[in-house]
């Protein structure tokens, strides 16, 4: 039934959409499909980072799975993808339901409803105000603003819970094995839909200890999260979460102490009441879990929106979450409601019900017709600007800005200072240098920025642009200092970066580069300009970089006695390099670069990304867990068998 809702969507290629985040996730998809099966470092975005940092692998794999399988591009792969399952996701409202309450008619109800409406446009007038015929919350998200990776995240949710409680109810060993699967599905597939379920997986555990007081239900509460864990071990690694969390910074607001106390004692207070209330009472186990997931997201949603409330991360990314979790109250509400004795009550649960429905008229009306199509999609700007630089300047490294940086990669392989998901970067300059170039009002720290870093073009936008964003606050400043190159006469502009060699690779003085400082902030040119002095006005010894694929690169350059090579790709442990056979040490250099100390004369170096331990250790772990969960399932077969 949802799939016929959403029944262009299967369909569509390119939407009117060009604001949309789906850019990213397309263009990394289109880049694993042409590297594949597993490019360990992704060259084209923040200088270069770890492949597995850009995001959870499960999207990125199924959308490329999909466009080789069947032929399509990726844009369209993407769609089928996402549309499949966010109809997979209304089922698990059921599933979910109907575990939880063992009433069919309040799963059909739950998952009605998480089809058509969303209870938080009662409170959160902004979200109501951008849904066009009152389009679902979840829905919007995904299709106006590409959260492809939330949305089926949050699909996979309700699943790993209905198998969580399957678990600690029956102990089966299957439903265990289920629910870990799922589980693992969910972080695999956006970390905003891990937080979820971070929150709703103790307050189901905490539902059952208290109502049943089984120390049994320790089991599965305990292996569900390891065998979990496990099945993500070979890319979920220390450094992931190390990564992570440091660039949390860039997407997000710090948390505040006080909203940590505030949520502690919440705790406190929902463990006491419904240790007076449903100790010992197993026909209470619903009502406490959709009790606590009311109250607790509804501090962390409401309180941030109206009280700045933030314990990490945005709250206000999980409004779909708490659409979810009011339409389980609600129903858990209604189906108490539809039992009690007298007409009333029933009276009050049509009345509630009929009125509710009621408002998704509109959109039952338009539903065909959330999903404007753009098959024109070469007279976009965004297509146009990375479509010159591909057959121009394939090789240069640039910085497209606003909706033209989203789409830059979605057709070619192009380098470019920028990239889709800055949780995944390594060199935090990276971000400086953004920042600075769009808000700054002068020339020179932008463009000393892009010399640093190796970028050879940027590309800027004035109003007149179709481009959508336009992050440059001050656009006009590169005008009469740097030379134009691509000019549509439609406010679209590509500026050359004067850069002495066009290869990423320097020979320097080694005494300099070591006695430079990195830079202390946005505008601190005196560093930025001792940088580029040393990398662009050093020995006339030029030296080449070629790429032999995503992983390995081969160096060039002739050293004299005191020099050293830096390569402007961002510094990362796992690189190593040799030169005739003899290693050379790699170090980070002041701007977060590959500095190489390769002894004097014409060498060739060869540079490769070697597998991390801590990946390899990873994969031992995650194939153990798939052995243990394939036990599991054969476990609970045998059981089926011998009943």
Same mark, same amino acid.
């Given at each position: 039934?949802?799939?016929?809702?959403?029944?262009?969507?299967?369909?569509?290629?390119?939407?009117?959409?060009?604001?949309?985040?789906?850019?990213?996730?397309?263009?990394?998809?289109?880049?694993?499909?042409?590297?594949?099966?597993?490019?360990?470092?992704?060259?084209?975005?923040?200088?270069?980072?770890?492949?597995?940092?850009?995001?959870?692998?499960?999207?990125?794999?199924?959308?490329?799975?999909?466009?080789?399988?069947?032929?399509?591009?990726?844009?369209?792969?993407?769609?089928?993808?996402?549309?499949?399952?966010?109809?997979?996701?209304?089922?698990?409202?059921?599933?979910?339901?109907?575990?939880?309450?063992?009433?069919?008619?309040?799963?059909?109800?739950?998952?009605?409803?998480?089809?058509?409406?969303?209870?938080?446009?009662?409170?959160?007038?902004?979200?109501?105000?951008?849904?066009?015929?009152?389009?679902?919350?979840?829905?919007?998200?995904?299709?106006?603003?590409?959260?492809?990776?939330?949305?089926?995240?949050?699909? !996979?949710? $309700? *699943?790993?819970?209905?198998?969580? #409680?399957?678990?600690?109810?029956? &102990? =089966?060993?299957?439903?265990? /094995?289920? @629910?870990?699967?799922?589980?693992?599905?969910?972080?695999?597939?956006?970390?905003?839909?891990?937080?979820?379920?971070?929150? !709703?997986? $103790? *307050?189901?555990?905490?539902?059952? #200890?208290?109502?049943?007081?089984? &120390? =049994?239900?320790?089991?599965? /509460?305990? @292996?569900?999260?390891?065998?979990?864990?496990?099945?993500?071990?070979?890319?979920?690694?220390?450094?992931?979460?190390?990564?992570?969390?440091?660039?949390?910074?860039?997407?997000?607001?710090?948390?505040?102490?006080?909203?940590?106390?505030?949520?502690?004692?919440? @705790?406190?207070?929902?463990?006491?009441?419904?240790?007076?209330?449903?100790?010992?009472?197993?026909?209470?186990?619903?009502?406490?879990?959709?009790?606590?997931?009311?109250?607790?997201?509804?501090?962390?949603?409401?309180?941030?929106?109206?009280?700045?409330?933030?314990?990490?991360?945005?709250?206000?990314?999980?409004?779909?979450?708490?659409?979810?979790?009011?339409?389980?109250?609600?129903?858990?509400?209604?189906?108490?409601?539809?039992?009690?004795?007298?007409?009333?009550?029933?009276?009050?649960?049509?009345?509630?019900?009929?009125?509710?429905?009621?408002?998704?008229?509109?959109?039952?009306?338009?539903?065909?017709?959330?999903?404007?199509?753009?098959?024109?999609?070469?007279?976009?700007?965004?297509?146009?600007?990375?479509?010159?630089?591909?057959?121009?300047?394939?090789?240069?490294?640039?910085?497209?800005?606003?909706?033209?940086?989203?789409?830059?990669?979605?057709?070619?392989?192009?380098?470019?200072?920028?990239?889709?998901?800055?949780?995944?970067?390594?060199?935090?300059?990276?971000?400086?240098?953004?920042?600075?170039?769009?808000?700054?009002?002068?020339?020179?720290?932008?463009?000393?920025?892009?010399?640093?870093?190796?970028?050879?073009?940027?590309?800027?936008?004035?109003?007149?642009?179709?481009?959508?964003?336009?992050?440059?606050?001050?656009?006009?400043?590169?005008?009469?200092?740097?030379?134009?190159?691509?000019?549509?006469?439609?406010?679209?502009?590509?500026?050359?970066?004067?850069?002495?060699?066009?290869?990423?690779?320097?020979?320097?003085?080694?005494?300099?580069?070591?006695?430079?400082?990195?830079?202390?902030?946005?505008?601190?040119?005196?560093?930025?300009?001792?940088?580029?002095?040393?990398?662009?006005?050093?020995?006339?010894?030029?030296?080449?970089?070629?790429?032999?694929?995503?992983?390995?690169?081969?160096?060039?350059?002739?050293?004299?006695?005191?020099?050293?090579?830096?390569?402007?790709?961002?510094?990362?442990?796992?690189?190593?390099?040799?030169?005739?056979?003899?290693?050379?040490?790699?170090?980070?250099?002041?701007?977060?670069?590959?500095?190489?100390?390769?002894?004097?004369?014409?060498?060739?170096?060869?540079?490769?990304?070697?597998?991390?331990?801590?990946?390899?250790?990873?994969?031992?772990?995650?194939?153990?867990?798939?052995?243990?969960?394939?036990?599991?399932?054969?476990?609970?077969?045998?059981?089926?068998?011998?009943?």
């Amino acid at each position: 039934m949802t799939a016929a809702l959403i029944r262009p969507y299967f369909k569509a290629k390119y939407t009117d959409k060009w604001a949309s985040i789906e850019s990213t996730f397309i263009a990394d998809a289109r880049f694993l499909i042409d590297h594949w099966p597993h490019p360990q470092w992704q060259p084209l975005w923040y200088g270069g980072t770890r492949f597995d940092y850009i995001y959870p692998p499960a999207l990125r794999y199924g959308t490329a799975v999909i466009s080789k399988t069947f032929g399509y591009w990726p844009v369209k792969a993407y769609h089928v993808y996402t549309a499949f399952f966010y109809c997979i996701g209304i089922a698990g409202v059921f599933l979910l339901i109907r575990t939880g309450t063992r009433s069919r008619r309040a799963a059909w109800l739950g998952a009605a409803a998480a089809a058509l409406m969303s209870p938080s446009f009662l409170i959160l007038k902004e979200f109501r105000d951008d849904a066009w015929m009152l389009l679902p919350l979840r829905l919007g998200v995904l299709v106006k603003y590409g959260e492809g990776p939330h949305m089926t995240a949050l699909a !996979f949710v $309700p *699943i790993a819970l209905a198998f969580t #409680w399957m678990a600690m109810e029956a &102990r =089966r060993p299957a439903a265990l /094995a289920a @629910a870990a699967v799922f589980s693992a599905a969910v972080a695999s597939n956006n970390f905003y839909g891990a937080t979820a379920l971070a929150v !709703f997986y $103790p *307050i189901l555990v905490w539902s059952f #200890w208290i109502t049943r007081q089984d &120390r =049994r239900i320790l089991v599965p /509460a305990l @292996a569900i999260p390891v065998l979990a864990y496990g099945l993500t071990a070979f890319w979920l690694v220390p450094s992931y979460f190390k990564v992570t969390s440091e660039n949390m910074k860039y997407v997000s607001e710090h948390g505040t102490t006080w909203s940590i106390w505030i949520a502690v004692i919440a @705790a406190i207070a929902f463990a006491l009441a419904t240790d007076r209330w449903a100790r010992g009472k197993p026909q209470r186990t619903w009502a406490v879990f959709t009790g606590g997931n009311v109250l607790f997201f509804s501090l962390d949603i409401l309180g941030n929106k109206f009280f700045n409330f933030r314990i990490a991360g945005e709250p206000l990314r999980l409004v779909p979450e708490l659409d979810l979790v009011y339409i389980l109250g609600v129903v858990t509400v209604l189906l108490w409601m539809w039992d009690l004795p007298g007409r009333w009550p029933r009276a009050t649960v049509i009345a509630v019900t009929l009125a509710a429905f009621a408002t998704t008229a509109g959109y039952l009306r338009h539903a065909w017709h959330m999903f404007p199509l753009w098959p024109d999609y070469q007279n976009r700007v965004e297509y146009q600007v990375s479509e010159w630089l591909w057959k121009n300047m394939p090789e240069a490294r640039a910085y497209p800005s606003g909706s033209v940086r989203f789409w830059y990669d979605t057709w070619h392989d192009l380098p470019q200072l920028g990239g889709g998901s800055e949780q995944g970067l390594l060199n935090g300059f990276v971000e400086n240098a953004q920042w600075e170039l769009n808000l700054g009002p002068n020339a020179e720290p932008g463009i000393l920025w892009l010399q640093s870093m190796g970028v050879d073009t940027v590309y800027v936008s004035d109003k007149r642009s179709q481009e959508v964003f336009k992050d440059f606050v001050h656009p006009e400043k590169f005008e009469s200092v740097l030379p134009v190159i691509y000019d549509d006469h439609k406010g679209n502009f590509v500026y050359r970066v004067p850069r002495r060699y066009p290869s990423r690779a320097r020979v320097v003085e080694t005494a300099r580069l070591q006695s430079l400082k990195p830079p202390q902030g946005n505008v601190d040119v005196e560093n930025m300009r001792a940088y580029v002095e040393v990398i662009e006005r050093g020995p006339d010894s030029p030296a080449t970089v070629a790429r032999n694929g995503t992983d390995a690169m081969s160096v060039r350059a002739k050293l004299a006695p005191g020099q050293s090579i830096v390569v402007q790709e961002s510094y990362d442990p796992a690189w190593q390099a040799w030169s005739g056979g003899q290693p050379i040490a790699i170090h980070k250099d002041p701007m977060g670069l590959m500095a190489l100390d390769a002894p004097p004369g014409e060498q060739e170096i060869q540079l490769r990304f070697v597998t991390p331990l801590e990946n390899q250790v990873g994969r031992a772990v995650t194939a153990v867990s798939l052995l243990a969960v394939l036990a599991l399932f054969g476990l609970g077969v045998r059981a089926r068998q011998r009943v």
